[in-house]
């Protein structure tokens, strides 16, 4: 594996809530929450953790039976792709370069995903599932928009052409977000992550046919307009994802986050649509399978969690 970077150097932390976690920070919870049904974590940086293996196995206790590591860049790719390998069946990753990231040249940009994807993809077909996240962010202007939108743009036409799901981030871009989608032959399947809008966003995603997921923004007492949009959104658009180590759920709020929160995700997310949360949950799962195009496969939801320190084939 390549080495591991901590991510508090400037415009590498990920993705929505930059400032105040500390991603070596052991996690806020001592023992997490006890599975009452089983969860997808779509959109998660376990890879990033000082210990995925960990990270996974905290998660399977708590009824994860699927997490999506997240790339945010070429290196951080491969170190997604490394460890969705290593942790094996249950575990997927996505290569992709987020918009803090878009000005990167060459071998550290858009080429040198296209070359990983190429790679990864002739070693087998099932690990990367997902190009992104990629997409726009006007919120912290990282990197210049025109560079944005380019970037933006090859990772639409690398999903298409390598037939990955589009997983994308938009934070105050959603015009342009959809008009850079509009010139691009789109992929068949595209998830808007950590959805920050409102029901009029929620329309034009599902316009798209697009997947939304819901992360921790869901129990943020200011978020009144994500969950209108969470209450009107059919259930098989649905998803749920933590963005771990960023946005953890209410009561653990600006700590570091872990896959093994996503079930808090879900019961939010039963709960503001008034639904039964067990039957929810076989939704959500059916909706990740397809959302990844049947290339994320969660465990049986009744196994054991694995051994503790026992190294996955
Ligand atoms: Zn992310």
Redesign the pocket.
Known sequence: MTERRTGTEPGKA???ERPGVDRRAASPVATPPEATFPCVDT???AHEDPDPSSTWERARGAGVVALVC?G?DVDRSRDALETARALGPGVAATAGL?PHEASRPGAAGADGLERLLEEALEVDDSSVVGVG?CGLDYHYDLSPRAAQRTAFAAQVALAARFDRTLVI?TREAWDDTFDVLRGERAPERVIF??FTGGPEELRRCLDLGAWVSFSGILTFPSAGEVREAARACPEAALLTET?SP?LAPVPYRGRRNEPALVGLVASSLAAVREEDPGVLAGVLLDNAVRAFGGRLVPLEATGPPPASGSAPA
């Open positions: 990920g993705c929505v959109h998660c940086h997240v945010t987020h996240e981030h992550h950590c963005d960023y």
